[in-house]
């Protein structure tokens, strides 16, 4: 009995033995067969628009005991460790959505989110890759650092310029807001070539002429949406320039005649017109004398029941219209159309007179007149040419008449002589 007792007991402490060696082996193989944690694939960079969000994707496979931690590469800040953040930033999180990946969001893009980051697993030594992220940014115009609205002397240069921002870095294009061409001098050259648009940040407009005077626009924009514009005013400015189309003007007693004239200012002027004498240079000196008063100074006419005085304006053109009611004797005599500006004055005269409509004839006969557009030569003109071409037609007929019969003349003798010989 106590033999077999004493075999029982030696068994059971082989057979344990034997179950601890064994474990202990198992043990050492599988921390020999372990093997090392490592990177599936790379980390694909990313580029988003400022506002939403990115995502960087680390893929680790075997990370066993390690752990996986984001870092801001620039600085080297731990943001996240495993699936906890560590940064006091609440628009960072990571997401641990199955065994092998880490992901880094960043929701809200900020401008200074653009850089790369770090993920990294502690083993020793330890491993890393790196993704980065591209935060796109919409154009802007900087205020300051772009051209407000200017005023420029005729003939000399002006550059618009704007200022523009953004990721990638827009492009500005320059455009008329009436949609007309820009006219652009090359340098050294003396005609303006017309272009839809300028691409870049400066317009330059070299001895500007009065019609490149408007609002200019300058368009900047990159592939991030919306696109930005600002208005730039040029007002190209000169002394005024008067132009009456027809000076001299007839008309009948009782009727109301029109006065025109064309002025061309910038900046916008001040006109009136003048009955009377030449007016002279300067406001002040314009008395109310009348013509009939005996002194022929100017008199400044206003707007009321014997004229109409009206004026309309389209960009630096402009026209004024005076209107004499009523004609009669008084009115025959000189009219003066005057604009100023702070660059100077200028005038245009014309001269009233009178029709004499002759009792039971309608039309107009009076052939002393000139009649305001000039009918009179253009009759005489046609006659004279119909003349001249009758004339042309006679001579070349006549010459080929004579070259006939001289040619026929030539056969003839010639023949003669053949049948001669
Ligand atoms: C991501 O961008 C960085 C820096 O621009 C570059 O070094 C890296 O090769 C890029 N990675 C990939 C996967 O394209």
Not at 21 to 49: K, W
Not at 104 to 121: N, P, T, V
Not at 367 to 374: A, M, R, S, V, Y
């Amino acid at each position: 009995m106590e033999k077999l007792q004493t075999w029982f007991i030696v068994t059971l402490f082989i057979v344990t033995k034997y179950l601890q060696a064994r474990t202990q082996n198992l043990n050492e193989q599988n921390s020999q067969l372990d093997p090392d944690p490592e990177f599936l694939g790379t980390i694909s960079n990313v580029t988003f628009p400022a506002g939403r969000e990115a995502i960087l994707t680390c893929s680790v496979r075997n990370l066993g005991k390690n752990k996986v931690g984001w870092l801001r590469a620039s600085d080297q800040t731990v943001l996240a460790l495993q699936g906890r953040v560590v940064t006091h930033n609440a628009r960072i999180s990571v997401m641990h959505d199955d065994m092998h990946t880490w992901k880094l969001k960043i929701s809200k893009l900020r401008e200074s989110d653009r850089g790369c980051y770090m993920c990294q697993i502690n083993t020793s030594p330890m491993k890393k890759q790196i993704g980065c992220i591209d935060v796109q940014v919409p154009p802007d115009i900087i205020n300051e650092e772009s051209s407000a609205d200017m005023a420029v002397q005729e003939g000399e240069d002006a550059t618009l310029t704007c200022k523009a921002t953004g990721n990638p870095q827009p492009r500005v294009t320059w455009r008329r807001e009436d949609g007309e061409m820009i006219l652009l001098r090359k340098s050294g050259s003396r005609e303006l070539m017309r272009v839809e648009s300028f691409l870049g940040s400066s317009l330059k407009l070299m001895r500007l002429e009065r019609r490149q005077m408007g609002a200019y626009l300058c368009i900047a924009s990159n592939d991030v949406p919306p696109a930005v514009s600002k208005r730039v005013s040029l007002s190209v400015q000169f002394a005024p320039m008067v132009r009456a189309p027809s000076q001299l003007l007839g008309t009948p007693l009782g009727s109301d005649v029109q006065l025109e004239c064309h002025v061309e200012a910038s900046p916008s002027p001040v006109s009136y017109w003048l009955k009377g004498a030449r007016a002279p240079s300067g406001f002040a000196s314009v008395s109310n004398n009348n013509l009939e008063g005996g002194q022929p100074g100017p008199e400044m006419l206003l707007d009321g029941p014997k004229y109409a005085i009206t004026e309309k304006r389209d960009g630096y053109r402009g026209v004024m219209l005076l209107t004499v009611r009523s004609f009669s004797p008084s009115d025959v005599g000189t009219y003066h159309c005057v604009s100023t500006n702070s660059l100077g004055r200028a005038e245009g005269t014309l001269r009233l007179y009178e029709i004499k409509l002759h009792p039971g004839i309608s039309t107009i006969n009076d052939d002393h007149l000139n009649f305001i557009g000039g009918l009179e030569d253009s009759n005489r003109n046609s006659a004279s040419k119909t003349q001249r071409i009758s004339y042309l037609v006679c001579l070349s007929t006549y010459f080929c008449l004579t070259t006939i019969v001289y040619y026929n003349y030539i056969l003839f003798m010639s023949s003669k002589q053949l049948q001669q010989r």
